[in-house]
């Protein structure tokens, strides 16, 4: 079993800069694949990014492509989402997933293992 802990969620205004991490226990991450979603109030969870097993590759929304940036550290069974330019528009609780396939995916039914969440607000 994998648990997933997502922390550096807060309040922003428009143009700053958040930084998200996931921690894992209970089983090392670095044969998984893992991804971020996000869930506005009303709305469906949506896919934010993913990485491979390995790091070396990753998968953006269109949304979010050029300003978030998804990366691991396999020895601190940590992933990242650096998070630039934010804008009112991307607030909502993001959510940390973890998939036992190395490959990336972006459906979040592909996915075996869920944060708790972490609420992210950006201010206009």
């Known amino acids: 079993q994998v648990q997933l802990v997502e922390s550096g969620g807060g309040l922003v205004q428009a143009g700053g800069s958040l930084s998200l991490s996931c921690a894992a226990s209970?089983?090392?991450?670095?044969?998984?694949?893992m991804g971020w979603f996000r869930q506005a109030p009303g709305k469906e969870r949506r896919f934010v990014a993913t990485?491979?097993?390995?790091?070396?590759?990753?998968y953006y929304a269109d949304s979010v492509k050029g300003r978030f940036t998804i990366s691991r550290d396999n020895a601190k069974n940590t992933v990242y989402l650096q998070m630039n330019s934010l804008s009112p528009e991307d607030t909502a609780v993001y959510y940390c997933?973890?998939?036992?396939?190395?490959?990336?995916?972006?459906?979040?039914?592909?996915?075996?293992?869920w944060g708790q969440g972490t609420q992210v607000t950006v201010s206009s």
């Open positions: 209970g089983r090392t991450l670095s044969s998984y694949a």
């Open positions: 997933a973890a998939r036992t396939s190395g490959y990336m995916a972006e459906y979040a039914s592909h996915y075996d293992y």
């Open positions: 990485i491979s097993w390995s790091g070396d590759h990753t």
